[in-house]
């Protein structure tokens, strides 16, 4: 299914445990880091699912998908306390203080500035109310430095809520068959000497205990994961199929889209220019990053580009929609400035084209000397624009 909801937190029915829980948590980041440094990742992929959909065989895809070279946040984890451990055991959740604690200081990790994928949070409904006062948190920070050098380290947070869902048969299946895997694994380990010995759950070694553990899942995760469906970005996943089927439905949910990413003010300077379908990004992050960057610090500037590629490029290219390939060939004041130039390059590619600018000088004669027989000339720049695209797929008879 298609992403939905809103990208602002709704406050509304907050409950007391967890304003509790978060003020405590809060005032105790604020005192460790100091309130400006409070930089949380700007996107987080909030990844959920029953036992056995495969949150751990999917996460290396969902990091590719969206250019993340960072770690996951693996909740379990990070509470792998010896009293976390006894109440993971017996298929509980820990307590909700010390997840969201834990949580939080991960994602002021450096290593996570740019996106995280947390596995296995919120978990409850106070864990959810914890996420949505952090996110209004987020908002009021980028607000409060917004008009400050500091804007580029308090960026417009982007919220994704991913659920991995299979049925009970399945997710009991996958957990026993993974107990017997690693306790063939283990055996092996023990009798060589070689490779290491993996954990064991006990509920993957009884059908109860798996049962009970699914069961957890959808009277306390499943209902906490589906109160988010209409504040942040939803996605759901069918994973009872194969990885391969997985990963194909990971994909088209996590494609990028700029209304999501950028900043409002950039995603309204540019949404008037039409988009290329089946593109290919690369370095998402750091395109995103410069077109941020451009309308706060050049807005003029930013501005005049779009204004040139708007009236005078997108007119033509738009003749060109059939072959997919458009070159316009100008003499432009406005692009003998590098910053302008590079602007220029990076909105077609924010729209989905590929845009390569050649500077051609040439000597144009203006007058003969008709003494001595000299020319003096002036020397044009043209600046010769190609514009590529998936163009229209017309099939000859």
Known sequence: ???????????????????????????????????????????????????????????????????????PIVVSDLLDTPEARAIKERGGLVGDQEVVNLVFRKLLEEVYRDGAVLDGFPRSKVQVDCLKLLVAKMQALRREFYDTPLHGHFRQPVIHIMVLFVDEKVSVDRQLSRGREIQAHNREVE????????????????????QRRYKVFKEQTWEALQSLKETFFYHFINANGTIEVVEKNILKELDYQS????????????????LARDIILHARQDLVRRLDDYEFDHPRLFQQVVEFIDQKIMPIVVRHAISGIAMVNREEPLLENALALAMLIDIFSDRGYHAVVDLHRIEVPEKVDLTTGAISCREKKVYRITIRFKGSEIRRG
Not at 40 to 58: C, D, H, Q, V, Y
């Open 259 to 274: 209304s999501l990413e950028l900043d409002p003010n950039t995603y309204d300077r540019l949404r008037h220019l039409p």
């Open 191 to 210: 009798a060589t000497g070689i490779g290491e010995i993996k954990e064991l759950r006990a509920t993957d070694l009884d059908v109860a205990a798996a």
């Open 1 to 71: 299914m298609p992403a939905k909801g809103p990208v602002k937190p709704g406050l509304t029915n907050i409950s007391e445990d967890a304003q509790i829980i978060f003020n405590a948590v809060w005032l105790q980041l604020e005192e460790d880091y100091g309130h400006e440094h409070l930089r949380f990742a700007r996107e987080i992929i909030l990844l959920g699912g029953a036992p056995g959909s495969g949150k751990g065989t999917n996460t290396p895809f969902i990091l590719k998908a969206r250019s993340l070279t960072c770690p």
